[in-house]
DNA sequence: TTTTAATATTCAAATATTTTGATATGCCTT
DNA sequence: AAGGCATATCAAAATATTTGAATATTAAAA
């Protein structure tokens, strides 16, 4: 049995690990939003929104209440929001990061400028 | 430029989506470790474990260090360990809330057994 | 300087995911 | 019941990831 666990935290990110997705998780945020309303905002495909939303409800990260024809949708476990914070803050941490190498590349252009192409 | 932002993100949680590297930065979690130990430790082989480990660093989400010949790796930014912890409680709320499903179909099933097929 | 140990990279086959378009289902209105 | 929405599913092509074996690199040791 080992690595069960990882395996499953590994299919929770790989849930995540969407653009459209996490775009998704992000707009949700605001609360219950409808399968229109997300292809409107995403401007995508009824199918593609769809589907996309089938992997998270697939995960167990959204769940859905039917009202008539219309389909609402919520993230179930709001820690999930605090994940995608943390997330930002990594990647804020990240960016800056990237700057400071972008900056330091940049004075070694003013030396040698091949180092860039 | 939309959804560039999203893309980013996606990237990040695609690189925690596997379970050899959550494996592998739950190890690293006690500090830093060489190629050779997470190789013990996972049981991998040489090769395997290069890889995984060039799919984080080439997030930034490790950092190697050189000493001789052997190369050790740390998580760069602890908020990662963060990030693993709250995937850890989501996780086990979802487990819960797994436990009540499988014990009400379980009740459902003395009903009509005919619901588990 | 040849060998050895530790790590990294490359390539190709196997597998999985994404995308697109078409079709299906369910519910409401007329 | 027929038509029209809203949503879901299916299937095939395009793309990406994983895996494993072979090869390359680098630093230390002999």
Do not use: C, W
């Not at 593609?48 to 990260?61: E, F, M």
């Not at 993230?75 to 930002?88: C, G, H, S, Y």
């Amino acid at each position: 049995m080992p690595g069960s666990l990882q395996s499953f935290k590994a299919e929770f990110f790989k849930a995540l690990s969407h653009p459209v997705r996490i775009k998704m998780l992000e707009l949700l945020a605001d609360g219950e939003k409808s399968v229109t309303e997300l292809q409107t905002i995403l401007g995508l495909d009824q199918s593609g929104v769809s589907q996309q939303l089938s992997v998270l409800r697939a995960k167990g990260i959204i769940v859905s209440r039917k009202n008539g024809t219309t389909v609402y949708y919520t993230v179930r476990d709001p820690l999930v929001f605090q994940l995608l914070e943390i997330a930002r803050n990594i990647f804020n941490n990240h960016l800056i990061d990237t700057k400071d190498m972008l900056s330091q590349l940049e004075t070694e252009k003013e030396t040698d400028p091949a180092l860039i192409s």
